[in-house]
């Protein structure tokens, strides 16, 4: 039996994003975790990571850049030296964001953590200015209709 959620998400668009790895913040590039214990893991305060198959993943949204999990880090993943963001592409859904289609709404920009990332053109269109956006997924968590996704950052060749 579908949900009232699932029935608003499927007429919508507001789909999840597809499967794919958002590497965690101040990552270096290359996982060298197999056989770790995932210290980073236990010590993100938001419960933001997971550890599967020897990768960490960014899964859940609201990042702070702490620096725990990369100060945890012992083989070199993470670095806590590193500009804080995350390698990733944050998007609003234009038809399923409710300020686009005429509802005024600011709970993207007002969860935007002072970093004004999230930019209103007239009263009703929101915009991410990627620029600015370190992608920590507080916007996507305010946006009570889904209509924000992060996507893993496409690679340069695709």
Known sequence: MLTRRAIFTKLTGSEKSEPGIIAPPFFLGKFECQDCEAPCVKACHSNLL????????????????CGDCAK?????????????????????????CVAW?????????????GKRAI??????RPQIKADICDNCGFCVSACFVGAINIKPKPKENE
Do not use: H, S, W
């Open 101 to 113: 289609n005429g509802v005024i709404c600011y709970n993207c920009q007002d969860a935007c953590r």
């Open 119 to 124: 930019e209103f053109f007239g009263m009703l």
């Open 50 to 65: 997971k550890f599967e198959n020897d990768i960490v993943k960014f899964e859940t949204f609201g990042c702070d850049f």
């Open 72 to 96: 945890a880090c012992e083989r070199g993943v993470l670095d806590p030296e590193l500009e804080p963001c995350i390698e990733a592409v944050t998007q609003i859904n234009v038809n399923a």
